[in-house]
Nanobody, 119 residues
Framework: QVQLVESGGGLVQPGGALRLSCVASGSISQFVIMGWYRQAPGKERELVATITTGGNTKYADSVKGRFAISKDNAKNTVYLQMNSLDAEDTAVYYC?????????????WGQGTQVTVSS
């Protein structure tokens, strides 16, 4: 059973920064893609950033230039560095990981970590 555990959320002032971490229960090399999604109150969950096994990254337009996704295979951890935060970034942030088991695709989610941007 794959487990993803997020941490690093909290309350930050506008213009501030936070780094989220997502630790997997096993090697992250088993995942074809890992990413961060977020869900604000009353809104649908949306993609924030993804990173592939090969290190290719993708970002939502709203966070390009402010957020950076990275991973540390040795620590089984994916990070999301968030800079220049504003109120629109307030949401629950979820870690996601996808992998194949034989020919079946499995999508795994963490429990989420709250990020609140407020003065």
């Amino acid at each position: 059973q794959v487990q993803l555990v997020e941490s690093g959320g909290g309350l930050v002032q506008p213009g501030g920064a936070l780094r989220l971490s997502c630790v997997a229960s096993g090697s992250i090399s088993q995942f074809v893609i890992m990413g961060w999604y977020r869900q604000a109150p009353g809104k649908e969950r949306e993609l924030v950033a993804t990173i592939t096994t090969g290190g290719n990254t993708k970002y939502a337009d709203s966070v390009k230039g402010r957020f950076a996704i990275s991973k540390d295979n040795a620590k089984n951890t994916v990070y999301l560095q968030m800079n220049s935060l504003d109120a629109e970034d307030t949401a629950v942030y979820y870690c996601n990981a996808g992998r194949f088991v034989d020919l079946d695709w499995f999508n795994h989610w963490g429990q989420g970590t709250q990020v609140t941007v407020s003065s």
